[in-house]
């Protein structure tokens, strides 16, 4: 992806955050979109609600800050992006937000079951696991991350326990759609639980729902 092409994509997909809730009432957030195998664009500041062609620093995975600037206090992240980008290789981009629900998972210490059909969609076949508290940013939280990102790959997130969620996929767009199932879920899930409790899917859900997908993506 090419860095006029991300700002453009992010920008977009902060707006869409934005009028969807997904930021909260804060406004807090931090995207990023991979540009090259070692460097990153990602956001200057931490209200993300009305971006702009400067609202980005370009940055190397070891954290050096190629072009722009970036704020202290988002400065401190910028591992706990690097570090996702380096544990895998399939990710083009990351949305860190505090989007309610999912961060109401985050402060209780539960992690997100896979009961909601469409996050099967996503690939997601392993509950999204709840990450140790530690300072952000932080060794101690970034290697929590990345420990969960090499062991676990049918998750597409992390809960930050009393924090928030981190979000990644292939770009930009697909990570803004997954968070929002990401965190229907957990709404969703919050709502059964009130009923009583929410039950699993069948243990050959994700199989049946991977081949019909493969069945109709090649009769088109």
Same mark, same amino acid.
């Given at each position: 992806m090419?860095?006029?092409?991300?700002?453009?994509?992010?920008?977009?997909?902060?707006?869409?955050?934005?009028?969807?809730?997904?930021?909260?009432?804060?406004?807090?957030? !931090?995207?990023?979109?991979r540009l090259t195998t070692d460097t990153m664009i990602m956001t200057r500041g931490g209200n993300?609600? !009305?971006?702009?062609e400067n609202s980005f620093a370009m940055i190397k995975m070891d954290g050096?800050?190629?072009?722009?600037?970036?704020m202290p206090a988002q400065a401190e992240i910028i591992q706990m992006h690097a570090a996702v980008y380096r544990a895998r290789e399939s990710v083009g981009a990351i949305i860190h937000t505090?989007?309610?629900?999912?961060?109401?998972?985050?402060?209780?210490?539960?992690?997100?079951?896979?009961?909601?059909?469409?996050?099967?969609?996503?690939?997601?076949?392993?509950?999204?696991?709840?990450?140790?508290?530690?300072?952000?940013?932080?060794?101690?939280s970034v290697q929590g991350i990345v420990d969960a990102v090499r062991s676990k790959p049918g998750v597409s997130a992390v809960l930050l326990a009393n924090h928030g969620v981190l979000a990644f996929s292939n770009s930009p767009t697909e990570?803004?759609?997954f968070l929002a199932t990401l965190d229907?879920?957990?709404?969703?899930?919050?709502h059964a639980r009130l009923l009583g409790k929410?039950?699993?899917?069948?243990?050959?859900?994700?199989?049946?729902?991977?081949?019909?997908?493969?069945a109709f993506e090649k009769s088109k």
């Open positions: 090419d860095i006029q092409q991300a700002k453009s994509e992010l920008i977009a997909v902060a707006q869409t955050l934005r009028d969807t809730g997904l930021l909260f009432r804060s406004h807090h957030a !931090n995207l990023s979109a993300v609600a !009305n971006l702009d050096t800050v190629l072009e722009g600037d970036v505090h989007a309610p629900h999912a961060t109401a998972f985050a402060i209780a210490h539960q992690p997100i079951p896979v009961v909601y059909e469409p996050l099967m969609r996503f690939g997601v076949t392993e509950p999204t696991p709840v990450i140790a508290w530690a300072p952000r940013g932080s060794d101690a990570t803004a759609q229907e879920a957990a709404e969703l899930l919050l929410e039950q699993p899917l069948p243990d050959q859900a994700f199989e049946q729902i991977k081949q019909r997908k493969q």
